[in-house]
């Protein structure tokens, strides 16, 4: 690497995938899909992700089966057909020098609820009366995710197999249409963290008490999805690191969780935390500050000898930039500034004089700002600091 050029815009080679910089669009669910099915909207929301110049375009989480999407508009992968209606968007993702990826999921005991709009809690009456359609939610235990929410149904071991089953066959409709990043879901409260969290799997059979228990139906998701994608697909988990929570999982939990996937063959830990407590998918009630959870994705990193993502409030590239050069992460993934702001990376790339007189910009843009910019430049103006 250069010593001048920062380490967020260096290319990572992850198996057969190299990045073009270390920023990560990380997964949003947009609550707005047809049946499961990606649409206009989600067409051109993902393309300017891509057109603004991340390394890494995750789409949102796509259940694995129709029962396993957390509310009526969330993607799904459980068929053939909603896989090849993503294929024209991984396709212009790609012609956009950007890396496709999917993350695979199943909501568990948080399914079948709201979209976040409509109150990210238990579906009511008019949500129903209005169109909402409602299933049983299933988890480890028959233990509802909140007062008021629907009692899932726990799985029996055979539901166990099935589902593992649901998430290899989604992940290689994933590869078959292009995607070259896998990311599987183990965050949050859904499915699989519930199986991880003591707060929620109360299970007395190899499935639950210990947390060898506890892990076994997470590492056989990951060990199936490894063995069915290409041995050049990069694997991706993203984990709540803790729970935030008295009794819960904790960041030691995550590191010997960590080593076991890396053992199967996960490639990167996407370290978020939270997600079981009745505030959104994350814990919203915590105070959050520039980073607050990087320093899980450092110990991971350091602990178990896995590249890691960073994510939470990372605004600026000059905290994206430190937490890399510091060993906190090996990649730095940004949400609610990329919707802020789709153009973030290629705005930091021009801040951090990586990318002078838009040169790496859809070439579209070239010719205009740099035109632009020699305006504002002849009248003694500046560029404004886009990206704080």
């Known amino acids: 690497m250069s010593a001048l050029k920062p380490m967020l815009f260096t290319p990572l080679k992850i198996r057969d995938v190299t990045t073009r910089n270390r920023i990560v669009i990380s997964p949003m669910a947009m609550y707005c899909a047809d049946n499961g099915f990606l649409n206009d909207f989600h067409a051109h929301h993902y393309a300017k992700f891509a057109m603004g110049g991340a390394g890494i375009v995750f789409i949102e989480q796509a259940s694995v089966i129709r029962d396993g999407r957390i509310t009526n508009g969330c993607l799904g992968i459980w068929s053939d057909e909603h896989a ?31 979209r976040a709009w409509e109150g990210n809690g238990p ?36 539901d166990i197999k099935v589902l593992t089953r649901a998430f290899r066959d989604a992940a290689k409709r994933a590869v078959d ?17 519930s199986f991880l ?27 199936a999805v490894r063995e069915v994608i290409p041995e050049g697909t990069p694997l991706f988990v993203r984990i709540s690191a803790v729970d935030w ?27 978020s935390s939270g997600g079981n407590l009745v505030a959104g998918a994350t814990n919203s009630n915590l105070k959050r500050e520039p980073g607050y959870q990087a320093e899980f994705s450092r110990r991971i990193k350091a602990e178990v000898g896995i590249r890691t993502e960073a994510v939470g409030l990372i605004r600026t ?37 990586v990318n002078e007189n838009f040169a790496d910009w859809p070439h579209q843009y070239t010719w205009w700002l740099s035109k632009w910019k020699s305006g504002l430049s002849a009248n003694g103006e500046t560029l404004n600091n886009w990206s704080e």
């Open 245 to 271: 929570i008295e009794g819960g999982w904790e960041i030691e939990d995550s590191v010997e969780l960590s080593r076991h996937l890396k053992e199967i063959g996960v490639d990167v830990i996407d370290c």
């Open 123 to 158: 579906l009511t009456q008019e949500n129903i009366d209005n169109g909402s359609e409602t299933w049983t939610p299933v988890g480890p235990s028959s233990t509802p995710f909140a007062e008021g929410w629907l009692k899932p149904r726990a799985l029996e071991v055979e």
């Open 84 to 114: 090849q209606a993503m294929r024209s968007l991984v396709t212009f993702i790609k012609s956009q020098g950007s890396t496709p990826a999917l993350q695979i999921a199943h909501g568990g005991r948080k399914s079948s609820t709201q």
């Open 197 to 223: 969290s003591p707060l929620a799997n109360k299970r007395t059979d190899e499935y639950g008490g210990s947390l060898v228990n506890r892990m076994r139906f997470p590492l056989e998701v990951a060990r």
């Open 177 to 193: 249409v292009g995607f070259e990043i896998i990311e599987i879901h183990m965050a949050h409260g859904y499915l699989l963290q």
């Open 317 to 353: 590239p000059k905290l994206a930039e430190e937490l890399l050069q510091n060993n906190f992460a090996d990649l730095i993934a940004i949400g609610r500034q990329a919707l802020f702001n789709p153009f973030w990376p290629h705005q930091a790339a021009e801040q951090m004089g």
